[in-house]
C-alpha cells in the first residue's frame, strides 16, 4: 500500500449505532487531520495530530472521538451521529515542521462516505 | 469575512484554452499556499503548492503568488476534458496548524 488508505470507504449506520473509521499513512508523515466534507460546503477541518498528539480539536462534537495510536495511524470513533453528520470523511497527513511559519503539503486518502439514517 | 474566497463557477473553457482560477485570502501573515484538484466523488488531489512571491511551473499548471495583494491563481494551459474538476485553494494562516480551504470552483473543459 502507498500513500494514504482509509477504510471502510462507505458507511451507512443507525443514530444509534457505534462505529470507526480507519486511516493509515505510509509516507512517514508526523502529522495526521480528520476533514469533514459536505455537500456544497468548503472543507472543514475537525482534528490535527502531531507526533501522537493532538494538536486542533475545531468545535467538534464529541460524538466524534479520534484516535491516533502511532504516527501512522488514525481513528475516528462515531456514536449517536445525526443525520447531518452524513458526508465524506477526509484523513490527511502531512510532515510538519515543529516551527511555525513552515508547512508541508497535505495528501489525502480516499475519503469514507458516511449516510447516517 | 470568509478567509480564502474562490469563483464558485463554473467556469467553462474550450478545449486547448488556458483556464484561470483565482483566489484571495485575509491573513497577511499566511506563508503557504496550495491548489488541489477534486474529482466528483473522490477526495482532493494536490497539484501545486506555493511559498514565494511570483510564478511557479509545473507542466501545463502555473501557480502564482503575489502576498501584497493576498491573491493567489492557478494558469491551466492546453486545458484538456480530463481537467474538469472542482479546484481547492488552500491557505496556511501564519501560526495554525491547519490549512484553510476555499469552497472551491468548478472548472468545465468543453470538448
Known amino acids: 500500500e502507498t500513500g494514504v488508505t482509509q477504510t471502510p470507504r462507505h458507511l451507512v449506520m443507525g443514530m444509534t449505532n457505534k462505529k470507526s473509521l480507519k486511516c493509515e499513512q505510509h509516507?512517514?508523515?508526523?502529522?495526521m487531520y480528520w476533514y469533514k466534507q459536505s455537500a456544497k460546503k468548503p472543507l472543514e477541518l475537525m482534528f490535527v495530530?502531531?507526533?501522537?498528539?493532538?494538536?486542533e480539536n475545531n468545535s467538534v462534537p464529541s460524538r466524534f472521538s479520534p484516535e491516533c495510536p502511532n504516527s501512522s495511524h488514525l481513528f475516528l470513533h462515531l456514536h449517536t451521529l445525526q443525520p447531518e453528520d452524513s458526508a465524506l470523511y477526509l484523513c490527511?497527513?502531512?510532515?510538519?515542521?515543529?516551527?511555525?511559519?513552515?508547512?508541508?503539503?497535505?495528501?489525502f486518502g480516499p475519503g469514507t462516505r458516511l449516510t447516517v439514517t | 469575512q470568509k478567509e480564502v474566497e474562490q469563483n464558485s463557477g463554473p467556469l467553462s473553457v474550450p478545449e486547448g484554452a488556458i483556464a484561470s482560477l483565482n483566489c484571495t485570502y485575509s491573513?497577511?501573515?499566511?506563508?503557504?499556499f496550495f491548489w488541489y484538484r477534486q474529482y466528483s466523488g473522490k477526495s482532493p488531489e494536490l497539484i501545486m503548492s506555493?511559498?514565494?512571491?511570483g510564478d511557479k511551473e509545473d507542466g501545463r499548471f502555473t501557480a502564482q503568488l503575489n502576498k501584497a495583494s493576498q491573491y493567489v491563481s492557478l494558469l491551466i494551459r492546453d486545458s484538456q476534458p480530463s481537467d474538469s474538476a472542482t479546484y481547492l485553494c488552500?491557505?496556511?494562516?501564519?501560526?495554525?496548524?491547519?490549512?484553510?480551504f476555499g469552497s472551491g470552483t468548478q472548472l468545465t473543459v468543453l470538448p
Open positions: 490527511a497527513s502531512s510532515q510538519k515542521s515543529l516551527g511555525q511559519g513552515e508547512f508541508y503539503e497535505q495528501y
Open positions: 509516507l512517514g508523515h508526523n502529522a
Open positions: 495530530y502531531s507526533l501522537e498528539e493532538r494538536v
Open positions: 491573513d497577511r501573515g499566511s506563508q503557504s
Open positions: 506555493i511559498y514565494s512571491n
Open positions: 488552500a491557505v496556511n494562516p501564519w501560526s495554525l496548524w491547519q490549512l484553510t
